[in-house]
């Protein structure tokens, strides 16, 4: 394929471009201490797209705690070790990072990020680990109910409604006809509104909080304007609007966003504050495509304990709309009960992509923990190596390397040369790889590259020496070289591909760290082949075009 | 030119036994003592204590560590936490974990002291100090062991194919008493098992393997080329035209894992020193474990297969070429010596 040097220097020419190219300095999120004020916040720094480990830069450092607020939680410590795992195995699913878990003092949690990117995504992905429960939704309208009044009362607190949602008085039916027992309520509802409405003093203006609710599509799902959601969490934070709440009622927000005629509408639901059960009972959950009705369902199976739970609670609510709640946010739409559920359960999502299905199924696995988990310490942190740990190594490396050079040159002059230059490409190549991977540096893992190159050069070695042997069997310069690479070949071929199936299983098979190892290897692994073969072969057939009566060879 | 060990023509197997013997030596008790007192994790497996440190003055974090260290106080982390006074230090005393309540306020106390002579009283307050669980799951080191069995089941399945199972099970093998012979070596100098010392094992494994099959991908070709020498003379002879390879090999990786130990001090140095002895039993497996144990199994289940064992095969190249074969290796060198190199 690649027989004449042009097409040869072309390719190695494009993998040192696309190398660079991994390597160049870009704009990356930071998490940053504001010196000011002391917060964290977000600053875009420019730099070479290369995580370094907790080791060498230090990174976020987060403290969770279990939530004892909502009502005690009977065993925090085996809640916390419970939950040490769950989060693990969540933030080792994030990538390559070396991340520290870690249980403190029975009761608290530390989450360590090295110089985390993407704060936010991190954050996310340790708030979706938080606390899982299954409520019903306001089924008697209660909160509806208690509009009027709660209307009323910030009326008299002075509150007026926005003019631009004036359009629609009350809770108003945006989606025109409802199905189900929504239908059946509605008339009532409008008649408990309007007697309210009466006894304020200007009729005609709306309710300064229904006037942003529409109602949703089943009982206790009211949809509120993107843009008005922050009035709607103030409002309803007040004192007054607190107490007008009914009892038995809670308000959550939704993490679906629907658009309809050009606006998008958050749902805000009001349920039951009494979970019929919460994510500690739940073992499994996967998500399917149904082979007879294509559509995509969630299967979950609970605990023995937690089936009869479910089994009793259920019973009890039956053609009720159920809510799944992850850390006070309602995933999706509630689904209908559509019967007695026991220890193995199915959510339908209907005509849903799978990959929602899939997403559920995780929340639903990842939220399987005893208890909620707040987030109780946010800091920076600096490397947990000094400098002078990290100089030591760094110097330890160089000269590693030049002693590798040293020899190399020494020994085998002139091709030694060859060698070593193509080993600055193994090194590109191999930090490209790490870079393009999202790979965390650590120190171990700086040594670990360090001593893979002295291991890189095997291939060379392997090639000179038979090199050597062809040229004392009596061939010639070119013959020497070409058959030296031919028979070192099938060594070089098995002994790697090898070396690289354990590493796949590493990979495979082992956990975070035992996986980031795995990765060095396998990139280190195919950077040494290019380099040592397929580069020093093309600098050995330019140096013999270049002197083609060449009749002693410098290796 | 330099050249080493070229042309050479030791008799390597013959010394098999002692070999046997010398390995014996340092696997045996190494094991037991491993299998009384296990093996000496670090606090990354174990846990320890840890101290969070106020400092009237932004000390730096070197400072802290010096005076840990004087008070022997090894293998603490130190890092800054938040502001440049503020400061976590996870700490251990004692080799293992023991009951946490008084090992917390033991460590908690040796730290304090090592603190108040370092620094001074006056310079440092504590905020809190509390038992600090492991930062790596038990599971980690279940999966490592895992991870390596799978990877034997792979190599075997590999080698048997572009080999012959003989070869695959030598190596596996020969890599399995590197193993070995390294958790010895972790237990005789009592290192510190931390997740840089997996890592080192298991490089060790992959450095180990390569090293043999380098060996035995010659042992292939040789018995392709002499078909009527014995295997005793052929592994002697693949061993010995290996042996200026092994020699640079080692030399260049030796040299990396040497300046690490040398120069880069405490932290990486545990790993260096396993890595350093990786490459030694690594390169005495190959020749000393995985050729004599193929020389076994070739004794015990003889097969004219071994001498089939398929080579390598590049597109548009001769596999074996011997156009001038040179003297059976038993009987002593290569005679006709080249003069073309210089």
């Known amino acids: 394929m690649f027989h004449t040097i042009r097409s040869r220097l072309i390719l190695i020419g494009l993998l040192v471009v696309f190398s660079v190219w991994q390597l160049v ?7 940053v201490r504001d010196v000011t004020t002391g917060l964290m916040k977000d600053t875009v720094v420019h730099r070479v797209p290369v995580n370094y480990g907790l080791d060498l830069q230090g990174g976020i450092h987060l403290a969770l705690e279990v939530d004892q607020s909502k009502g005690p939680v009977p065993d925090p410590a085996e809640a916390i070790r419970r939950a040490e795992r769950v989060v693990r195995i969540r933030v080792n699913e994030f990538g390559t990072k070396e991340p520290v878990v870690q249980v403190v003092g029975g009761n608290r949690l530390i989450v360590e990020l090295p110089g985390e990117t993407d704060p936010a995504r991190a954050k996310s992905i340790i708030q979706r680990t938080a606390f899982l429960e299954f409520r019903i939704t306001d089924m008697k309208n209660l909160f509806r109910d208690a509009l009027p009044a709660i209307d009323k ?31 059946a309520k509605k008339p009532k509802a409008k008649a408990a509104a309007k007697p309210a409405a009466k006894d304020t003093t200007d ?26 959601v922050p009035v709607v969490d103030s409002l309803l934070a007040r004192p007054a609007v607190q107490r007008l ?32 059960l919460t994510g500690e009972e739940l073992e499994k959950a996967t998500a399917q495509r149904d082979p007879l009705t294509n559509q995509s369902v969630v299967n979950f199976s609970l605990s023995r304990r937690g089936g009869r739970i479910f089994e009793r609670e259920t019973g009890r609510h039956v053609s009720d709309y159920m809510a799944i709640i992850l850390d006070g946010r309602v995933q999706g739409q509630p689904p209908i009960i559509k019967g007695q559920i026991g220890q193995h359960g199915q959510i339908e ?11 559920l199924a995780l929340v639903l696995r990842a939220g399987a923990l005893p208890a909620p988990l707040t987030i109780v310490e946010e800091r920076t942190i600096g490397p947990s190596l000094g400098k002078d740990s990290i100089n030591d190594g760094i110097r330890a490396g160089i000269v590693g390397v030049a002693l590798v050079i040293l020899i190399m040159v020494g020994y085998y002059r002139l091709s030694g040369l060859l060698a070593v230059s193509a080993l600055t490409l193994y090194l590109l190549f191999t930090l490209a790889g790490l870079a393009a991977f999202g790979f965390t540096l650590t120190l171990p893992g700086l040594a670990g590259l360090v001593l893979s190159v002295g291991i890189a050069v095997d291939a060379n070695v392997l090639i000179f020496e038979r090199i050597r042997e062809e040229l004392q069997h009596g061939k010639l310069v070119r013959t020497a070289v070409d058959e030296g690479f031919t028979h070192a070949m099938s060594a070089i071929v098995d002994s790697n591909v090898s070396t690289m199936l354990t590493a796949m299983i590493l990979w495979l098979v082992g956990t975070g760290p035992v996986q980031g190892f795995a990765i060095t290897l396998i990139i280190g692994i195919a950077a040494s082949m290019i380099t040592a073969v397929f580069v020093v072969r093309t600098f050995y057939m330019i140096w013999l075009d270049r002197r083609p009566d060449m009749v002693t060879l410098s290796v | 030119m330099i050249r080493l060990f070229a042309n050479a023509h030791y008799d390597f197997i013959r010394w098999r036994r002692w070999a046997y013997g010398l390995t014996g030596v340092i696997i045996i008790p190494g094991f037991a003592l491993f299998l009384v007192h296990g093996l000496n994790y670090s606090i990354e497996f174990t846990g320890g204590t840890l101290i969070q440190v106020h400092t009237t003055t932004p000390v730096g974090t070197g400072k802290l560590r010096a005076a840990l260290d004087a008070a022997g106080i090894r293998d603490a982390e130190i890092q800054q936490f938040g502001d440049p006074t503020e400061y976590v230090i996870r700490a251990r005393i004692g080799t293992e974990a023991e009951s946490a309540a008084s090992s917390t306020e033991a460590t908690a106390q040796a730290v304090d002291s090592a603190l108040a ?42 080698l048997a194919f572009r080999f012959e199972w003989r070869f695959g099970l030598a190596a596996v093998l020969a890599t399995f008493h590197d193993i070995l012979t390294t958790i010895a070596f972790i237990r005789y100098l009592n290192l510190e098992v931390s997740l840089v010392v997996v890592g080192a094992v298991l490089t060790m494994v992959g450095y180990s393997l390569n090293d043999t099959i380098i060996i035995f991908d010659r042992v292939r070709e040789n018995l392709r080329k002499f078909r009527r020498q014995n295997l005793y003379d052929i592994l002697n002879l693949s061993i010995n035209e290996t042996l200026p390879r092994s020699v640079l090999t080692h030399g260049t990786t030796m040299a990396t894992t040497l300046a690490l130990v040398l120069l880069a001090g405490e932290v990486l140095r545990p790993f260096a020193l396993v890595m350093t002895f990786a490459i030694f039993t690594g390169t005495f497996s190959s020749v000393y474990i995985a050729a004599p144990i193929l020389l076994y199994i070739e004794k015990r289940w003889p097969g004219e297969d071994a001498r089939g064992a398929r080579t390598f095969r590049p597109t548009g190249a001769v596999a074996v070429s011997a156009p001038e074969p040179p003297p059976p290796p038993a009987t ?11």
């Not at chain 1, 009729?203 to 008005?228: D, H, K, R, T, W």
């Not at chain 1, 939704?254 to 019929?276: H, M």
């Open chain 1, 153 to 183: 009362a910030l009326r008299e607190a002075g509150v007026r409604a926005a003019e631009q949602t004036g359009a629609a008085a009350n809770v108003a039916q945006l989606f025109g006809p409802d199905t189900g027992k929504a239908k």
């Open chain 2, 117 to 158: 002579r370092g620094l001074g009283h006056d310079q440092y307050k504590f905020v809190r100090h509390e038992a600090v669980g492991p930062k790596v799951g038990r599971e980690l080191q279940g999966k490592a062991f895992l991870a390596i069995f799978f990877s034997f089941i792979v190599t075997l399945v590999y």
């Open chain 1, 245 to 276: 709440i009914p009892r038995g009622i809670e308000l959550k927000w939704g993490t679906d966003v629907s658009s309809r005629a050009a606006r998008s509408y958050r749902a805000l639901y009001a349920l039951e504050d009494r979970p019929i």
């Open chain 1, 25 to 31: 300095p870009r704009d990356t999120t930071e998490r």
């Open chain 1, 203 to 228: 009729q005609n203006a709306p309710g300064a909080l229904s006037s942003l609710l529409f109602q949703g599509q089943i009982p206790g799902e009211y949809l509120v304007p993107e843009e008005q």
């Open chain 2, 332 to 342: 002593g060198g290569p005679g006709a010596r080249s003069k073309a190199a210089v």
């Open chain 1, 349 to 359: 999502l209907g005509s849903k992509p799978l990959q929602e299905a899939q997403d």
